[in-house]
């Protein structure tokens, strides 16, 4: 029987649970297997692949000093001995997306297959639609039901403190804190942007930003 194909999956910062704009100053990272939305990513490969790796890296970082991170996914991707890379998905992430494709060109040149998955109008598609394969995405995280599979976690609202932090509450993971912004999205018709992500971190917070869109007093 062949040995499962070797995949490394690139995220950000946000996407791996590690903060959202106050940890994109954050370098490149690895960690052990698959990481958010990785896990969605390994169930649909099933066992003839495996997420070995997943490389981090904040969204500022990759932008401001990209030879830097690109050089040091480099290593991380020869120290895995990946056989294929697989990056975001970004959606209309502007500098994910340009992440992204970067990250899939780079391994394009060390001989590797590459995919990323954004929006079609997202920088990274636009800017190099020719030097990676994009898989088209919706424009925001509410697309994640199309791209990756859903987890909704029991709650009872009752239980929790309004004031405190909801995905320390909930023990919610990036991609459970993303299907509560869908959810979000899908029952009030609010675009939430990445940018305002924190602006949801505790319910009195997001009470406070949601009415703010919303135009209600």
Known sequence: MAAPIRVVHYINQFFAGMGGEEAAGMGVSV??????????????????????????????????????????????????????????PAFGSGRYGLAC??????????????????????????????????????????GMAEALARIAPEIDPAQLDPGANLRDQLDLDSMDFLNFVVALHERLEVDIPEVDYP???????????????????
Do not use: W
């Not at 066992?47 to 290593?75: H, M, P, W, Y």
């Not at 997202?122 to 394969?133: D, H, K, Q, S, V």
């Open 31 to 88: 960690s052990e297997g698959a990481v958010g939305p990785g896990r969605a990513l390994q169930q649909a490969l099933g066992s003839s692949a495996s997420v070995v790796k997943t490389i981090v890296c904040g969204d500022n970082f990759f932008n401001e000093r990209t030879a830097e991170a690109l050089a040091a996914i480099e290593q991380h991707l020869n120290a895995a001995k990946a056989q294929v890379l697989v990056a975001g």
């Open 101 to 142: 494709a970067l990250v899939c060109r780079k391994a394009k040149e060390l001989g590797l297959p590459a995919l990323t998955a954004m929006h079609e109008q997202n920088p990274g598609a636009l800017t190099y639609r020719t030097e990676a394969i994009i898989v088209p995405t919706g424009e925001t995280a509410a």
């Open 199 to 217: 602006r949801l971190a505790t319910l009195d917070s997001a009470a406070a930003y949601l009415a703010a869109k919303s135009g209600q007093p």
